[in-house]
């Protein structure tokens, strides 16, 4: 058995689209049509006491539906892991499911990256799939931070970028310095090489102002009580260095700077927060797209979630030969198709022959063709456009 969709709109450049929206929609409208479909229930814990609940129906076992049920449901584990995150993951009313998934997501499954990065790499200790029944789920349990808001002072605020950093100078909301410098951090394996450059472009900040009373930076990567659980920045630093110069370099910095308040979050929440500024609204979803992509949320009380909202991981495209992500392995997430990577891989179909050029000079070339309504890159922008368009509903889903 098999599930067809049929998209309104396709990508220019990617006609093989096959959108995790339109694809799970038809699965859950087979679930309506079945009068002996099951239900699911599954927690996300942390060792914090952190859980997250989720609550969703499938077709009932046999006649073909096993595949497809296993397809939704990993697909759907797979986003959950990466938008809330845990170590745990509990699941009640399909236990042919949880075995198969414990089998996906371990030292030597299909999903063995994200086992590894999310497990011990961000919460310590490996993620394990559990099958239970449904009176052994916990409760859920969240809480919020409220972050940022406040413009008032003499202030800098950086941003890491895998290709360039940005750093301005701000008295009392007003800028008075900003710049970008090119950095190339993603593959340095000296720790003084990030530590050192976020240090210079806050000194070239501070140069501007006649005190600095807070700092706040985003990044890239996972970002939790200031601390760095794991980021691409980072990727060519070694575990051991990262543990002994990178997960606690905020700490260090701030003693730099004699204490001030110093914050740091992802990129996407900064992006979250700014909307939510700028709308004057809560329950906002930020979206970043640069040289990876990024996402955050603001709650409806408008405070930044604890969630890990890395959607570069979170599946958007269900088909079975979709472009891969050479860091996860894993094929069709966001990464790919809301990035420098994703302007480099259309770039081609598009009718551009760059080689073997750098990815930032690739989206270079093409934001100049785009300047000069070059329509090959305009077929890779409503290309990613509609990729967008189509991920956005996923998410609110």
Same mark, same amino acid.
């Given at each position: 058995?098999?599930?067809?969709?049929?998209?309104?709109?396709?990508?220019?450049?990617?006609?093989?689209?096959?959108?995790?929206?339109?694809?799970?929609?038809?699965?859950?409208?087979?679930?309506?049509?079945?009068?002996?479909?099951?239900?699911?229930?599954?927690?996300?814990?942390?060792?914090?006491?952190?859980?997250?609940?989720?609550?969703?129906?499938?077709?009932?076992?046999?006649?073909?539906?096993? !595949?497809?049920?296993?397809?939704?449901?990993?697909?759907?584990?797979?986003?959950?892991?990466?938008?809330?995150?845990?170590?745990?993951?509990?699941?009640?009313?399909?236990?042919?499911?949880?075995?198969?998934?414990?089998?996906?997501?371990?030292?030597?499954?299909?999903?063995?990256?994200?086992?590894?990065?999310?497990?011990?790499?961000?919460?310590?200790?490996?993620?394990?799939?559990?099958?239970?029944?449904?009176?052994?789920?916990?409760?859920?349990?969240?809480?919020?931070?409220?972050?940022?808001?406040?413009?008032?002072?003499?202030?800098?605020?950086?941003?890491?970028?895998?290709?360039?950093?940005?750093?301005?100078?701000?008295?009392?909301?007003?800028?008075?310095?900003?710049?970008?410098?090119?950095?190339?951090?993603?593959?340095?394996?000296?720790?003084?090489?990030?530590?050192?450059?976020?240090?210079?472009?806050?000194?070239?900040?501070?140069?501007?102002?006649?005190?600095?009373?807070?700092?706040?930076?985003?990044?890239?990567? !996972?970002?939790?009580?200031?601390?760095?659980?794991?980021?691409?920045?980072?990727?060519?630093?070694?575990? =051991?260095?990262?543990?002994?110069?990178?997960?606690?370099?905020?700490?260090?910095?701030?003693?730099?700077?004699?204490?001030?308040?110093?914050?740091?979050?992802?990129?996407?929440?900064?992006?979250?927060?700014?909307?939510?500024?700028?709308?004057?609204?809560?329950?906002?979803?930020?979206?970043?797209?640069?040289?990876?992509?990024?996402?955050?949320?603001?709650?409806?009380?408008?405070?930044?979630?604890?969630?890990?909202? =890395?959607?570069?991981?979170?599946?958007?495209?269900?088909?079975?030969?979709?472009?891969?992500?050479?860091?996860?392995?894993?094929?069709?997430?966001?990464?790919?198709?809301?990035?420098?990577?994703? !302007?480099?891989?259309?770039?081609?179909?598009?009718?551009?022959?760059?080689?073997?050029?750098?990815?930032?000079?690739?989206?270079?070339?093409?934001?100049?063709?785009?300047?000069?309504?070059?329509?090959?890159?305009?077929?890779?922008?409503?290309?990613?456009?509609?990729?967008?368009?189509?991920?956005?509903?996923?998410?609110?889903?």
């Amino acid at each position: 058995m098999s599930i067809a969709i049929s998209c309104e709109f396709l990508p220019e450049l990617d006609p093989g689209f096959v959108p995790a929206v339109l694809w799970n929609r038809a699965y859950r409208a087979k679930v309506v049509a079945d009068p002996a479909r099951r239900p699911l229930e599954m927690a996300l814990c942390r060792d914090d006491g952190t859980v997250f609940r989720l609550s969703d129906t499938l077709l009932s076992r046999g006649g073909g539906n096993d !595949v497809l049920t296993l397809k939704y449901v990993e697909r759907l584990c797979k986003f959950l892991l990466w938008q809330k995150g845990g170590n745990r993951l509990l699941v009640a009313g399909a236990p042919e499911v949880a075995a198969a998934l414990g089998a996906i997501y371990a030292a030597g499954g299909a999903r063995k990256f994200d086992w590894d990065f999310i497990g011990r790499q961000i919460f310590g200790e490996a993620l394990t799939v559990v099958a239970v029944q449904c009176g052994e789920l916990p409760a859920a349990k969240e809480c919020a931070l409220a972050l940022g808001r406040n413009l008032n002072g003499c202030r800098i605020g950086f941003d890491l970028g895998g290709s360039d950093r940005k750093c301005a100078a701000v008295i009392d909301g007003n800028v008075v310095f900003s710049e970008e410098v090119e950095w190339d951090p993603c593959f340095q394996s000296d720790p003084a090489y990030h530590i050192e450059g976020i240090h210079d472009s806050l000194c070239r900040a501070a140069a501007h102002l006649p005190r600095v009373d807070a700092i706040g930076g985003s990044a890239a990567g !996972v970002y939790i009580n200031n601390e760095v659980c794991a980021a691409s920045l980072f990727r060519g630093v070694s575990p =051991e260095k990262f543990e002994t110069s990178i997960r606690r370099v905020v700490a260090s910095l701030k003693q730099r700077w004699h204490n001030v308040p110093f914050e740091v979050a992802n990129d996407g929440e900064v992006t979250a927060l700014a909307g939510s500024m700028g709308l004057s609204a809560n329950q906002v979803l930020g979206v970043a797209l640069g040289t990876s992509q990024a996402a955050g949320y603001v709650d409806v009380n408008g405070h930044i979630t604890p969630w890990l909202n =890395e959607l570069a991981f979170a599946p958007v495209d269900f088909r079975d030969d979709a472009p891969l992500d050479e860091w996860s392995g894993d094929r069709g997430c966001g990464a790919v198709y809301f990035s420098q990577q994703a !302007v480099a891989r259309l770039a081609p179909l598009a009718g551009f022959a760059f080689g073997e050029m750098p990815l930032p000079e690739q989206l270079a070339k093409v934001q100049l063709a785009q300047q000069a309504e070059d329509p090959r890159a305009a077929a890779i922008y409503e290309t990613i456009g509609c990729y967008l368009g189509y991920a956005i509903a996923h998410y609110a889903d």
